[in-house]
């Protein structure tokens, strides 16, 4: 944020007992934490900038956008509009300023959201911002001279209905109101070094193509079919209600093999629930090439029993090859039933290491390893991704394993690489070398180098009120983040 | 299938267990006998919208409304009953976003009046026949702007608020609600209401299944004379908050709240999150008079505590509601809390449904057995002030609710052939009675007994439907259609598909 060559933090809070404003509603605030050289005073608990957040925003991010200030910029998407905050403490409303009625008619009371839409549209290191309306979005770039410039507007309506009548009865409602607009994935699909906008929508994937100008059409210059999501919703669509298949499919588009083109990872889940059957999830690798990407002919098919959370790619051996880690949940009978006795949670996770060709990856993971979780945790936590593969906690290029695996235990353990008994070298986790941080957890957890010190930190983010409970360290309720570096 | 969507499945699966307020029974009971009614089916041929009962016409006989996705259908009822055609049907102006009826003049004859971005219109009765150009009856601005594609959904949008005998106009706005008064068949000027709607706003993540989404929810105030001066005042749950808008002499609302209080442990969730398992979250603020003493009272359901507390209203004011009067504690997890008169005593007695504590192995069970039990517990209210519930409900049964999953594309769906309803009273003796599907094609009815007693175990009598077992959800509506004191019984189809949804009229005979 100020340009020091190191992250800081901004972060977007409430007060600790709810202060709240004249007209009721809980007051929010940015807050800037410059981090400091100085590695004993990196960071101090106190913020360095504080501002109260206008009543009509909605979202913020955080980003250096106008090319004419040094340093970054904090902007507020509001329903009206957005600001960019900015100067020397981060908090002063700077040249661009746009009122555009949005996607959004009111603030959460007490939210202010992270707003993710804010690419670097020109790969030149300067952000900029998508504005969701209710006929699509805006697109603004950087701009010299006003911060942020329009760079025209895409067109993705969003889809509005109402509660059911049962709601007035039963939830004491007057009206439910509900608006959805599709997402877009920022991404450059034609190798142009300019970042495209992508989304799906009924016909296929649609690709809105910048332009050599920066802006953008208002219709998608190209639409795909996408056979592998058409299939299984014809599968599972109609009947009798009879059939209880499961045809389920989500994608993630990625330049897996770094050839320019982006290719397609669809996750399927397939099967049935029931005694003697079960769910399980096949992930279909789709690369594209000069004539683009085949979706009824997968180059790979990696095959997992039980359901599977989204994958997540990473450069897991530091080779700065995209590798996979998947993880899977099963769901058959016998593993229901061992859960209901053990109380426990066992999730695989399999590291599938990028090996090139047609075949993109290993025939099998270059490693698996059980997590068990307490069933406890996992309910009360509300989640199932409990082990993290993203963090390089030891500074070896090889990423580590992190498990918050009770509400007062951060477990650690580094990934090695080995002699395999069959000759050659194998990764594995390094169980010795483990240990354990005894901090309050939560599942809701960043792993960023922020002192570029080579080494990832572990950034707790609290939403809740901290509880003081076990051998955790007492914590200020009001705290709402740790930062746990080597050492700790 | 992911953890959220997991807590969305149980939470689609209280939608049903608030239908489960009933008494089942397991078939191997003697014949009872089967009542006759005159049955029409309509076969709707699409998506069910929503079907409402009322005298549209002024001939005193309830009449039928149904809306297919933005088709509106009206049945006019005879003397025969209802045509199995609808007397007229329309497509709903593609502007308009909300729609309800309203009796303008007070002359008998009801309007339909939608709600567009700029205004609200009427379609109006003329003769027999709803005269299908629209007029505007007010320029007007609205948070909800723009119409749901495949369907229009019916809002409480017209009551007497001011209980001058004509229907007002209530309309949801950014910052809260704006009322119109009906004056002499016209509406008034706007008159702001400061009460923001509830808004939950998801941005969404970096991926394509991805959607930023905003839910926006408002109270249903409650009109009644809550300061006792003889006129009605609107009474509002927000949040954890009772907020009161006295009417003034002069007939209006103020802006602002005169009195409001907090509802201490009312459980809200925070903006962004999501239920855990623990389900440490409060249902919203029920407001109703209980005990009809013409003091509204409150009710506040804990979720995961499977605990009601009853605030009963006095001449106090919101002061009563700083502590709860009375406790219901269910073991194991309650979404809500059904008020109903099952004796038919005047006080309206409360029927709990609970079910076990959800979690992982919980939902489990659910995927596997393909079915949900839950037991609806029944405590009747006493005269006794201090003591108006027992500790213990009166009457309890289990019911298993069998369900049926599906998916369709990236959705994953659930549904039941599950029918109850505990609101009709099939035999005029004034007490509540059951109607629980007891086979594919038949409803059973519970008839109520005399006292606390609950309801028998076997059906008093059934009732022979179209078979309910190929449908996802089932739904049953029983109104009083043809004024003879017994309840009629709509049931309402709906398919997997919501292409062939359809809706079947059972029209009682009076004196079986």
Redesign the interface.
């Known amino acids: 944020m100020n340009a020091d060559g190191l992250e800081d933090l901004v972060v977007a809070h409430i007060k600790g007992d709810n202060e709240r404003g004249k007209?009721g509603?809980i007051k929010r605030f940015i807050s800037v934490f410059l981090q400091r050289k100085n590695p004993k005073l990196r960071w101090i608990s106190a913020p360095s900038y504080s501002t109260e957040v206008p009543s009509d925003a909605?979202?913020f991010v955080a980003g250096d956008f106008h090319p004419g200030l040094k340093g970054g910029e904090i902007a507020l998407i509001s329903?009206t509009g957005i600001k960019l905050l900015g100067g020397r403490n981060f908090i002063q409303e700077v040249d661009f300023e746009t009122h555009v009625r949005g996607?959004?008619?009111?603030?959460?009371?007490?939210?202010l959201?992270?707003?993710?839409l804010a690419p670097d549209l020109k790969s030149d290191g300067k952000k900029g911002i998508l504005f969701?309306t209710?006929e699509g979005y805006l697109v603004y770039g950087p701009d010299p001279s006003k911060g942020l410039a329009y760079r025209g507007k895409i067109k993705i309506p969003?889809?509005?209905?109402?509660?059911?009548?049962?709601?007035?009865k039963?939830?004491?409602?007057?009206?439910?109101?509900?608006?959805?607009?599709?997402?877009v994935?920022a991404l450059d699909m034609n190798n142009d070094k300019r970042v495209d906008l992508?989304?799906?929508r009924s016909k296929g994937?649609a690709t809105f193509t910048q332009k050599d100008d920066g802006t953008f059409a208002e219709e998608p210059d190209t639409v795909t079919p996408l056979k592998v999501?058409k299939e299984?919703?014809k599968k599972?669509?109609?009947?009798?209600?009879?059939?209880?298949?499961?045809?389920?499919?989500?994608?993630?588009?990625k330049d897996l093999n770094k050839d320019g083109r982006i290719d397609i990872v669809a996750t399927k889940?397939i099967g049935k629930?029931?005694?003697f059957e079960s769910?399980r999830t096949q992930v279909l690798i789709f690369l594209a090439t000069k004539n683009g990407i085949q979706s009824d002919k997968p180059n790979r098919i990696i095959n997992l029993k039980g359901?599977t959370?989204?994958p997540e790619f990473t450069d897991f051996n530091g080779d700065d090859d995209i590798d996979i880690v998947l993880s899977s949940l099963r769901?058959d009978?016998l593993t229901?039933v061992k859960?209901?006795i053990l109380k426990s949670?066992s999730t695989t996770y399999s590291i599938y290491l990028f090996t090139g060709g047609k075949k993109v990856y290993s025939e099998d993971p270059s490693f698996e390893t059980d997590v068990d979780v307490d069933?406890e945790l996992?309910?009360?936590?509300?989640?199932?991704r409990l082990s993290f593969f993203k963090g390089d906690v030891n500074g070896d290029g090889l990423k580590d394993m992190l498990t918050v695996s009770a509400r007062t235990t951060l477990r650690v353990v580094p990934t090695v690489v080995k002699e395999s008994f069959f000759g050659g070298k194998e990764l594995k986790l390094d169980e010795s070398e483990g240990g354990e941080v005894t901090v309050q957890t939560s599942p809701n957890l960043i792993l960023k180098d922020i002192d570029k010190d080579g080494k990832d930190e572990i950034i707790f983010v609290y939403?809740?009120k901290l509880k003081s409970s076990g051998k955790a360290p007492k914590l200020d309720p009001r705290s709402i983040i740790r930062i746990v570096e080597e050492g700790q | 299938?992911?953890?959220?969507r997991m807590?969305t499945l149980s939470f689609l699966l209280t939608?049903g267990v608030?239908w489960m307020t009933a008494q089942g029974s397991v078939p191997g009971y003697a014949s009872p006998p089967e009542l006759n009614f005159k049955v029409t089916n309509i076969e709707i041929g699409g998506k069910l919208t929503?079907a409402i009962y009322e005298d549209l016409n002024g001939d005193k006989k309830v009449d039928l409304l149904i809306t297919k996705g933005r088709e509106i259908q009206v049945f006019f009822q005879e003397a025969s009953g209802f045509p199995s055609k609808p007397n007229q049907r329309w497509k709903f102006d593609r502007r308009a976003v909300?729609f309800d009826t309203v009796d303008l003049k007070g002359d008998g004859k009801r309007q339909i009046l939608f709600l567009a971005k700029d205004g609200v219109y009427t379609y109006d009765l003329v003769g027999k026949q709803y005269r299908l150009i629209r007029k505007r009856r007010k320029k007007l601005e609205t948070?909800?702007r723009?119409?749901?594609?495949g369907?229009i959904?019916?809002?409480?949008l017209c009551r007497d608020l001011n209980g001058d005998g004509l229907e007002d106009l209530?309309i949801?706005e950014?910052?809260g609600?704006a009322v119109y008064f009906n004056v002499k068949g016209k509406f008034g000027k706007r008159r702001p209401l400061?009460v923001?709607?509830?808004?939950?706003?998801?941005?969404?993540?970096?991926?394509?299944?991805?959607?930023?989404?905003?839910?926006?929810?408002?109270?249903?105030?409650s009109i009644v004379d809550f300061n006792k001066d003889g006129r009605k005042d609107m009474i509002l749950?927000v949040?954890d908050m009772v907020k009161v808008f006295p009417q003034d002499k002069a007939g209006n609302f103020p802006e602002y709240p005169a009195s409001q209080v907090k509802i201490a442990d009312q459980k809200l969730l925070?903006?962004?999150?999501?239920?855990?398992?623990?389900l440490d979250v409060s249902?919203?603020?029920?407001?109703i008079d209980l005990n009809n003493d013409g003091y509204v009272d409150m009710l506040s359901t804990h979720v995961g505590q499977g605990v009601t507390r009853i605030f009963m209203g006095s001449k106090d004011g919101v002061s009563a509601f700083k502590k709860p009067t009375h406790f219901i504690r269910a073991k194991g997890v309650s979404f809500?809390t059904f008020t109903v008169d099952l004796d038919g005593d005047g006080l309206l007695d409360l029927v709990v449904p609970r079910t076990d504590k959800i979690?992982?192995?919980y939902l489990?069970k659910v995927?596997?057995t393909?079915s949900v039990k839950i037991d609806a517990l029944c405590y009747y209210q006493r005269k006794n002030v201090n003591k108006p519930f027992p500790d213990e409900p009166d009457f309890s049964n289990e019911i298993e609710i069998p369900l049926?999953?599906?998916?369709?594309?990236?959705?994953?769906n659930v549904?039941t052939s599950f029918v109850a309803s505990i609101s009709g009273d099939f035999n005029k003796d004034g007490r509540k009675d059951v109607l629980y599907r007891t086979e594919d094609d038949e409803l059973g009815i519970f008839y109520g007994r005399k006292g606390r007693g609950g309801f028998p175990e076997d059906p008093s009598a059934v009732i022979k439907v179209k078979d309910v077992s190929?449908?996802?959800f089932m739904m049953a509506d029983v109104p009083d259609l043809n004024a003879d004191g017994r309840s009629d019984v709509v049931l309402k189809y709906y398919s997997?598909?919501r292409k062939s949804d359809r809706v079947s009229v059972h029209l009682s005979k009076d004196g079986q």
């Not at chain 1, 039963?170 to 997402?183: A, D, G």
């Not at chain 1, 599972?236 to 588009?253: I, P, R, T, Y």
């Not at chain 2, 299938?1 to 959220?4: C, D, K, T, W, Y």
């Open positions: 007209d509603r909605v979202l329903y996607f959004f008619d009111f603030p959460a009371d007490g939210g959201f992270l707003w993710t969701p209710k969003s889809t509005e209905r109402f509660g059911p009548d049962l709601e007035t039963f939830l004491n409602r007057f009206l439910t109101y509900f608006s959805r607009l599709p997402r994935v992508v989304t799906y994937l999501v299984a919703a599972s669509k109609g009947g009798d209600g009879k059939s209880d298949g499961f045809e389920n499919v989500q994608l993630a588009l889940t629930i029931g005694v769910l359901v959370l989204f769901m009978m229901n859960r209901a949670v069933l996992v309910e009360k936590q509300g989640r199932v939403r809740k | 299938m992911n953890l959220s807590k939608l608030i929503d909300l948070l909800t723009r119409p749901s594609k369907e959904r019916r809002k409480d209530l949801p950014a910052t609600m400061f923001p709607p509830n808004a939950n706003v998801q941005p969404g993540n970096d991926q394509l299944s991805s959607r930023v989404t905003t839910v926006y929810w408002f109270s249903n105030p749950p949040d925070e903006a962004g999150e999501r239920p855990d398992f623990e249902m919203p603020l029920q407001l809500f979690g992982i192995w489990l995927l596997v393909r049926t999953f599906k998916s369709t594309g990236s959705k994953f549904g190929n449908y996802r997997w598909d």
